[in-house]
Nanobody, 122 residues
Framework: QVDLVESGGGSVQPGESLKLSCTGS????????IGWFRQAPGKALEFITA????????FMAESVKGRFTISRSNRENTVWLQMNNLIPADTALYFC???????????????RGQGTQVTVSS
């Protein structure tokens, strides 16, 4: 079991940047695939991106490609989501999860954090 805590959210204007952090506890964090999701009110859960244990980005959603970057430091037990050129459509609750996967029931994960709110508006 890995406990995850997200931070770094906030309210910004279009075009600005934010860097989210996902910090984990537990000895298995360093060997886990970590993914970022977001949930906007009235919209479906979106799987944004994921990174493997050896720091390779394994997926990036088209909606954020070219604007978001994922990275990690297993030494610091942290995964970051750098978000540039934010737009209002990026407004959502962002959370990270370990071992993200798509099943017949939808997206699932082994552990997830409570999330951090990102609001983009002028």
């Amino acid at each position: 079991q890995v406990d995850l805590v997200e931070s770094g959210g906030g309210s910004v204007q279009p075009g600005e940047s934010l860097k989210l952090s996902c910090t984990g506890s537990g000895h298995t964090f360093g060997s886990a695939i970590i993914g970022w999701f977001r949930q906007a009110p009235g919209k479906a859960l979106e799987f944004i991106t994921a990174i493997s244990a050896n720091e390779v980005s394994t997926f990036m959603a088209e909606s954020v490609k070219g604007r978001f970057t994922i990275s990690r430091s297993n030494r610091e037990n942290t995964v970051w989501l750098q978000m540039n050129n934010l737009i209002p459509a990026d407004t959502a609750l962002y959370f990270c999860g370990t071992e993200p996967r798509l099943t017949s029931l939808g997206y699932e994960w082994d552990s997830r954090g409570q999330g951090t709110q990102v609001t983009v508006s002028s």
